[in-house]
Each structure stands twice: as structure tokens, then as C-alpha cells.
């Protein structure tokens, strides 16, 4: 069975962090690119970052770019996004999407980030 299940979400002040992780099961994670999305209230879903089977190379959403980071480790079957400098529209439910090269695509049930005073 396959399953991505995030975790890490919560409630942060603006300027705080979080680290949310992602950990697959039930497919051979190592060949899947792993991205994170994330939707907030009233919007359309968002690629926030991604990274490729190997970790060798890493793509940003322009609004995140320089405060989060993806990262992979393929040993644990696990993905991460450190976000830094956490800001009020970073407000959203992230979700952890694995994708091969053919193009099958599994998605997380998501997890909550909340940033506010």
C-alpha cells in the first residue's frame, strides 16, 4: 500500500520555523522526484519546491526561494522542507507529492501550517 505521510505542521509566529517530513512507503522512493504544494483557503494549490531522485538538483517557488529548503534522504525514505523566516501568507496545508519519470504521481494527506502572532 502506498502511503506519504507528513508531518511538522503547526502553529509558528512570523520570523519562526518548522520542519515538516514526509516518509514514503509502499514504492521505491528513490525513483520518485519528491515535491512539496501547498493550498491555502480560497486558492489554488502551489508548487512550493522540489527535488530530484538523487537530491543533485533543487527548484524554489519565487516566494520561498532563500527562506525554505528541501531535502531528501533516500536511506529513511524521507523528504523535508525546512522553512525559515516564516511569514503570515505562508499560512496553508502542505502537501508532499512523489512523481516518477513516467509520470505516476502519489499525493500526502496533507499537514497544517499556521503562522501567526
Known amino acids: 500500500q502506498v502511503q506519504l505521510v507528513e508531518s511538522g505542521g503547526g502553529l509558528v509566529q512570523p520570523g519562526g520555523s518548522l520542519r515538516l517530513s514526509c516518509v514514503a512507503s509502499?514504492?521505491?522512493?528513490?525513483?520518485?522526484?519528491m515535491s512539496w504544494y501547498r493550498q491555502a483557503p480560497g486558492k489554488e494549490r502551489e508548487s512550493v519546491a522540489s527535488?530530484?531522485?538523487?537530491?543533485?538538483?533543487?527548484t524554489y517557488g519565487h516566494s520561498v526561494k532563500g527562506r525554505f529548503t528541501i531535502s531528501r534522504d533516500n536511506a529513511k525514505n524521507t523528504a523535508y522542507l525546512q522553512m525559515n523566516s516564516l511569514k503570515p501568507e505562508d499560512t496553508a496545508v502542505y502537501y508532499c507529492?512523489?512523481?516518477?519519470?513516467?509520470?505516476?504521481?502519489?499525493w500526502g494527506q496533507g499537514t497544517q501550517v499556521t503562522v501567526s502572532s
Open positions: 509502499g514504492f521505491t522512493f528513490s525513483s520518485y522526484a
Open positions: 507529492n512523489a512523481r516518477n519519470a513516467f509520470g505516476r504521481r502519489y
Open positions: 527535488i530530484t531522485t538523487t537530491g543533485g538538483d533543487t
